[in-house]
């Protein structure tokens, strides 16, 4: 069975910097996409960043774009959101995700991920 647990929300100020985790188990991490979305309260699910099986491929919302970061380590079947200049908007709930086949190109689309973590929480005051 896969499992993702998030891990690293919190609350911050505006401007600062949080550093999301996403341990994953149960699967060959290394050969799926991994994706980062979040959802507000009362606002649908959406697309944060995304990351290539290998590493070698990103994608970002325009939102985040320039600010956030995404990547992972194989070896640790680790993912990482690296957010910086955090603003109020940014406030949610975070999941990981992994996409549902793998040696893909990323994909921004939550349908198209199959197993999802429980969430880590960030906040943001302004």
């Known amino acids: 069975q896969v499992q993702l647990v998030e891990s690293g929300g919190g609350l911050v100020q505006a401007g600062d910097s949080l550093r999301l985790s996403c341990a994953a188990s149960?699967?060959?991490?290394?050969?799926?996409?991994m994706g980062w979305f979040r959802q507000a309260p009362g606002e649908e699910r959406e697309f944060v960043a995304a990351?290539?099986?290998?590493?070698?491929?990103?994608l970002y919302a325009g939102s985040v774009k320039g600010r956030f970061t995404v990547s992972r380590d194989n070896a640790k079947n680790t993912v990482y959101l690296q957010m910086n200049s955090l603003k109020p908007e940014d406030a949610g709930l975070y999941y990981c995700?992994?996409?549902?086949?793998?040696?893909?190109?990323?994909?921004?689309?939550?349908?198209?991920?199959?197993?999802w973590g429980q969430g880590t929480q960030v906040t943001v005051s302004s």
């Open positions: 995700a992994t996409d549902r086949f793998p040696r893909i190109s990323p994909r921004m689309t939550a349908v198209e991920y199959t197993y």
């Open positions: 149960g699967r060959t991490f290394s050969n799926y996409n």
């Open positions: 990351v290539s099986w290998d590493g070698g491929n990103t």
